[in-house]
């Protein structure tokens, strides 16, 4: 993810076969990884607005939630965690 003036961009990636609300199309292999843009504008500490590839809202949010040492372990988009991954 990169910073820049209150927001966040970078990918997301899915890993493993297409679910019920991934679903693959015919031309890729449902057993494949599958990366997506991702934006987001923050409006308040770890709540932000969910931002499409050009910059613009969506009409969802997403928030940030921290472990017990105050660091970021997850991130929440549509009602689903996503544990933090290191590099």
Same mark, same amino acid.
């Given at each position: ?7 966040? !961009? /970078? ?27 991702? /934006? ?14 050009? /910059?613009?809202?969506?009409?969802? !949010? ?20 996503? !544990? !933090?991954?290191?590099?």
């Amino acid at each position: 993810m990169n910073r820049h003036n209150g927001r966040l !961009r /970078g990918t997301q990636t899915f890993r493993g076969s297409a679910d019920a609300d991934q679903v693959a199309s015919e031309d890729e292999d449902s057993g494949a990884d599958q990366t997506g843009e991702v /934006g987001l504008a923050f409006y308040r500490t770890d709540f932000a607005l969910d931002l499409a590839p050009a /910059g613009t809202p969506v009409g969802t !949010r997403s928030d940030f939630v921290r472990g017990p040492d105050g660091k970021v372990a997850w991130w929440r988009n549509h009602g689903r965690l996503y !544990r !933090r991954q290191t590099p």
